[in-house]
Every structure is written in C-alpha cells, then in structure tokens.
C-alpha cells in the first residue's frame, strides 16, 4: 500500500513545524513533501513554551488531520506518535463520521500505521478549566458569555473558515476581535494561525473524487462535504495548548437550528455527535453550549448581557474580508435582523454602517434569501404584534404579516428569475468602461 508520512514534528516557542510526505503516484497532497506550522499569538498573560510538550501531542493536531483520508483513499497513514487515548477513540471517530458523512465502505479503507502509543502524562495543576471557542459570531458569543472569566481560554482559529486568508484586514480585525471580547469576559486569549486548509491535501480533486467515484451524497456531504470531515479535525489545533495548561474541556457554541416544532441538528463537521467522539489526555469536549437555544434568543441573551455589565461587543457574521461587514450578506442581513427584533441598532454591535433606509428596501424587495427558511422562521416569529420597535418598526411588522413561507417563497422566485432584455440592457454595472467613461466626460477628470 503507498505511504503518507509524518517525517518530522519540531516545535520552537510558539510555532510546531511538520513535514509531511507521499510516495510516487499518490497524488493527494499538494506537493510531494509539504511543510505545515501551526502558531500560536497571544499576549503576556498566557505564557507557554512548546518544547515542553510531548511528541504524542504535538503530533496530535495533524494527525487527526490526516485521519480520515485512510478513510476511502486506500492509503497507509504512518504517524511516528500518538496518545493512547485519542488512538483508543479512533474505531468510534471512524465510525461517527461513517455514520453522518457516509456509510464508508470497508473496501475503501486504507491503514494507519503508529510506531508508538504513549500514554502521554496528565498535567496536574491546571490553569485554565476550559476552551471556549470564538470566532466573533453569535454562537460563539454566547458561549462566551456563558463561560466568563479568568478560568476560560477564548481560542480563535480563523484557519478554519474554508478560503481563510493569513493575512490581510480580517485577520487583523480577527486579532482585535477576540483583544476586544477577552477584556468583555474577563478571559485570556488565544489565537491560532495554521497553513493546513490552503497548503495540504490536494481539496478539490479530493470532493470530487468522494462525490463522483465515492457517490458519497449524505446530507452532510452535500452540505459541508470534504472541508467539512475535517473541521473538528483542525480546531484541534489547540491540543498542545490545552495540554500545557492542563484543560480539561473544550466549548464551541452550537450551531442548533430550529424551524417551528422542527429541532435541527447540524449535519456538518460541527455536529454535536461528532464532537462526542474526539478526545486526548484527559481533555474533552464538553456539550455544546447553546444546544437547545434558538438564534434569536441567543442574540438578546448576548445584548442583555452586555447591557447588565455595561459594555458592548461586535457581532461578527460576515466572511467578506475587510474591517467592517458587507452588511448585506446572507449573514450579515440575519443577523442584524435579530439584533432590530431585539429592539437594538445594529450600529451598535459591529454594524457599523446599518441604514434604516436601506435595509428596508432590501428586505421590501425579497432580496434577502436564505436556502434554509429556519432563520427567517425564527426571526419572524420572534415579532410582537403589539410592540413598537426603535428600529425599522415599519418593516418587521410587515415582515410579520408576509409569514416565513411566503416571503422565503417570493425570494426564492426572485432569485430564480433571470433579468428581462431591458433590465440587463439598463445594467450600468455589466459596462464598467463605458459608464465611466460617460462620468469622465460629463463632469471632467478632476484628478
Ligand atoms: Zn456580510
């Protein structure tokens, strides 16, 4: 059977260093060797030093990274290191995600070879209870809130995100993002850069390789697909860390979803069952928090909160990458739907270039579209007949008297609906240089 190999983990201060190899004729990886790093930012109250941490840990985030190709690529794993307990889980980490992203067959499996198990040594005193994961959105929030203090690690991975870039005007508000919540909540923090999503395995050809000659079409891998089987993997990221500092649980907010008597469960690489699978020297993941909470209310929860304690935070939904939100992504226009049904502005938590006015008029012409109605049922509901609202009253209350389903179906229609002749004739925006040019010569080039 063709190899992939762990050949060597090294750590300095704040940075583990892997190199990973393929024999000839594999062809999963982007390169026949590839260099990985996962780093560690923090400040001086969260002193660390990697060079103590055991091999069987530090090899232990990419590990489980690599996991699941041996799932349905045929192929031998060799990992020099691994601990006894997360090697013990792996029959039910094998079959948990068989279960939500398959069935995976047996003929597909390939083989994980480990030169040593080591029951790796518990650390006794412990400085911190728990990680809380946070990216800034509202699950993550509200977990936060409902874990405060100095006995929480906030831990962000923006590597996570598919198309996450390391560096640029979001990963620089990622930074003061989380700066700004730890100082909310009274925690330390932790933030977490990895190059595994955009240097490692060769993705696309992976999806489709699972897709097409796999047939693999579970509602799971339609939703989130081969990304997806690897996100827990990569939040796992933050072993060593957990490890050093002897924690033993692991919190990330739920991304439960509900629509009328309907209870959801994520099927994606965050389902709670999932997360029941994945453990290391003594550290956990604890129950999802939130898993049972309802969109909307965690959004109040989190206002209410931070009004108790007198201070305010950002919401941050969008993916676009920049220091503020679009404002109009499918996101952003939900989320700023809750905090207007909370009976607050936008403006005020991270929106900052809300507008009454427009955010009518999108929501008035269907332009606000979800594929999931849960979120506009939630929202909608949420509305009081009876109550004045200080922001944009006019349009939740006829949000409330369209209904979830026709307004999810008049959106639907809208976004089916190519443009007429005229309207695509009229598009100023399809004629970028001739509009402009039309500019020029009208008011002159002033520059
Ligand atoms: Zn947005």
Redesign the pocket.
Known sequence: MKKIELVNCKADADTIHYVVREDIGVDLLQNSTVDLFIKYHTDENVKFDLREIPQSILQLPLSLYLLPITYFCNVELVIPEMDKELYERLPKIYNTYSKIYGPFKDEWRGKLTINTIVDTPKISIAKYDRVVFFSGGVDACHASINYPGRRTLLVSIPDIEHAAKNSGPLREEKFSLIKNFSSVVKSDWLLISNNFNNTLFKDEDIQNFLGKQRELNSSAFVFDGWPGIKYLANMCSVAPIAYYFGINELIMGSSFEQIEDKLLLNYDGANPELTDTIGFANTHFGEQEGLMVRRSKKVANIIDWCNAHGVKTKLW????DGTT?????G??IRTQLNILCAGENPREWGFENFSEKKYTRYIKSYQYKENNPCWLWDNIETINDEKHYPYCDEVLHWLKSIGYKDYHRCSQEKANTKPTVLKRLTSFSRYPHYLKKIVTNLFGNNR
């Open positions: 939904a969008c993916f676009c939100q679009c404002g109009f992504c996101k952003c």
